[in-house]
């Protein structure tokens, strides 16, 4: 019974009052809906920033360690002299695993060497041209990435992209084709893109992973470029990770790209977090002015409850479901109007979609509820210092 006439009251006294309750709500709705929109985009920037900084080349390389030599006559040491070593190729399958997995975002394998082209040496570059497209994307070419399939010289030549110092000293441009040569072997490439990309990937003749091992009589890879997001982790222990999955090579972070990444994810999780408080604190006020009125107007009411035999206890129980009420409304309809800005917000400012965040709700919810019920406090405590004594004899 109790609490039934406590609900029935409640819910009359929100009806009775349901201008200042709507302020309180649309108070909280405001709130709500900034917290769902900037959670939603915290989660979404991180990834779209992290995306976005990919677009500057990969953050961690895996090479394989270089075999040291002594060299020297008799007792005498002159020193050690590094031979290459290659990774095998069977790692690919590895990190094909880690990307499924979600660990890693991308990879791409690289074999380099020096071949010959009309008796002049010239650097090469094996490499997956799918993936090479996207750890390079800023790179200028002039032609395209892959032959056309209807093109009939790709069926019978690899694809092959130079740059442009190469193409420049060699004469070449898209749609010629080129010989490599490599002891007895060789093989018959098709410019499909002059590259210009800065340094020296301008020299280099980029062709097929697998054109490159049969050129150089190799099946081993030179190194492995892998991209990670920040969001995912600590890049060092990413790299710790990938270190442990491939015990054969060496994972080194690319310094300026993996601690430029970090830098901006952790300005606009700052930047977030400030605009999310900012937010809070004027829901606060707002709910914390709007109750005092209300206790203000109250005050007989109150002090007739008080006279009827209610205890500060159950006045407290019932301001503060008030509060509740208003929080869990403005919590339900700020976390729907929330969610609806951020996917605005992504499309104009990412032209991307950004995922809506199950994860958003709770902590809307508990958000909402917390800030309502810390700014009931102040008038709480005021509507129990009333005397019904001196409130009903109007003083």
Request: net charge positive; charged share 20%.
């Amino acid at each position: 019974m109790r609490r039934r006439m406590f609900a029935r009251v409640l819910v009359g006294s929100l009806r009775k009052r349901a201008s200042r309750t709507l302020i309180a709500v649309l108070a909280v709705l405001l709130g709500a809906s900034l917290i769902t929109a900037l959670f939603t985009l915290s989660r979404g920037v991180e990834s779209q920033a992290g995306r976005e900084l990919r677009r500057y080349g990969a953050n961690l390389v895996i090479t394989a360690p270089a075999a040291r030599v002594t060299t020297g006559i008799g007792n005498l040491e002159f020193g050690f002299v590094e031979a290459e070593a290659q990774l095998p190729d069977s790692i690919k399958g590895r990190l094909s695993s880690a990307v499924a997995q979600g660990e890693i975002e991308d990879f791409s394998a690289f074999l380099e060497g020096t071949v010959y082209a009309d008796g002049r040496a010239v650097a090469v570059t094996g490499a997956e041209f799918d993936r090479l497209s996207v750890l390079r994307p800023w790179w200028k070419v002039e032609g395209a990435w892959a032959p056309k399939e209807a093109d009939p010289q790709a069926s019978s030549q690899a694809p092959a992209l130079v740059g442009v110092a190469t193409a420049r000293i060699l004469g070449l441009s898209a749609g010629n084709s080129l010989e490599l040569r490599s002891d007895d072997r060789s093989i018959s490439l098709l410019i499909t893109g002059v590259v210009e990309a800065g340094g020296a990937d301008d020299k280099r003749v980029f062709v097929p992973l697998d054109s490159a091992q049969a050129l150089l009589s190799t099946k081993g890879i030179s190194r492995i470029e892998v991209s990670v997001l920040a969001s995912k982790g600590s890049i060092e222990g990413i790299a710790a990770r990938l270190g442990d999955l491939i015990p054969e090579g060496e994972v080194r972070v690319v310094g300026q790209v993996a601690e430029a990444e970090a830098r901006v994810l952790g300005k606009v999780k700052l930047l977030l977090g400030l605009v999310a408080g900012l937010v809070l604190i004027a829901a606060g006020l707002t709910i914390a002015s709007t109750m005092t009125a209300s206790v203000m107007e109250r005050s007989r009411e109150i002090g007739l409850m008080k006279a009827l035999g209610a205890g500060n206890r159950s006045i407290a129980g019932f301001f503060m479901g008030e509060a509740a009420t208003g929080a869990m409304l403005g919590g339900m309809g700020g976390y729907a109007m929330g969610t609806v800005l951020a996917l605005v917000i992504g499309r104009v400012a990412f032209e991307s979609t950004l995922p809506a965040s199950a994860l958003a709700l709770p902590v809307t919810l508990v958000s909402a509820l917390a800030v309502s019920l810390i700014a009931s406090l102040f008038p709480v405590r005021t509507a129990l210092r009333i005397d019904p004594a001196r409130t009903l004899k109007g003083e």
